[in-house]
């Protein structure tokens, strides 16, 4: 079965609809503002922040981690998965 995974909080879904159905609690605009949106990179056993190349488990945990070199200032968003 396919795991299809949001870009900005790690939501797992089963299809492209049922993720991009779902609200996302990390949202650009902020929480629960918006809906998932697809990662489309491969599934990894890590996964690199693209701003600051910090690195976690998961997206989910990725994503949670406040990034030093977002692109809105030092610690003024979340870390984005690279693909």
Do not use: D, Q, W
Not at 9 to 30: E, I, N, Q
Not at 38 to 65: D, N, Q, R, W
Request: overall charge positive.
């Amino acid at each position: 079965m396919a795991e299809f995974y949001c870009k900005n909080c790690g939501y797992k879904a089963s299809s492209v609809s049922s993720l991009t159905s779902h609200t996302c609690s990390r949202h650009p605009l902020g929480p629960n503002k918006g809906k998932c949106e697809l990662y489309e990179g491969s599934v990894k056993s890590k996964y690199t922040c693209k701003y600051c190349g910090y690195s976690a488990s998961s997206i989910s945990s990725l994503t949670s981690h406040t990034c030093s070199k977002h692109p809105s200032g030092a610690n003024k968003g979340k870390c984005s998965p690279a693909m």
